[in-house]
């Protein structure tokens, strides 16, 4: 059987995000109404992935770049 994938496509704003929120939340272990242990599987998958390809995260002034990429993302929708 051939696995199809899905693409999400994601700003780099929103992937900083994004990327902050997982990191979040697989770190602390908080609880989001998780289901069964796939869920948390994929969430912290998407988290490496993210971790992958940003160069955000591992900036000095990386708390500053996650500020301004919020607002950026609240102010678009």
Do not use: H
């Not at 199809?4 to 995000?17: C, H, K, P, T």
């Not at 770190?27 to 912290?44: F, G, H, N, P």
């Not at 993210?50 to 591992?58: D, G, K, T």
């Amino acid at each position: 059987m051939v696995e199809e994938g899905a693409m999400i496509r994601l700003s780099n704003d929103e992937a900083l995000v994004l990327f902050e929120f997982l990191a979040r939340f697989c770190d602390e272990k908080k609880a989001l109404a998780i289901e069964d242990a796939s869920e948390r599987r994929v969430l912290c998958d998407i988290l490496c992935q993210l971790e992958s390809i940003l160069v955000e995260p591992f900036a000095t002034d990386y708390r500053d770049l996650l500020g301004k990429a919020r607002n950026r993302v609240a102010q678009n929708r």
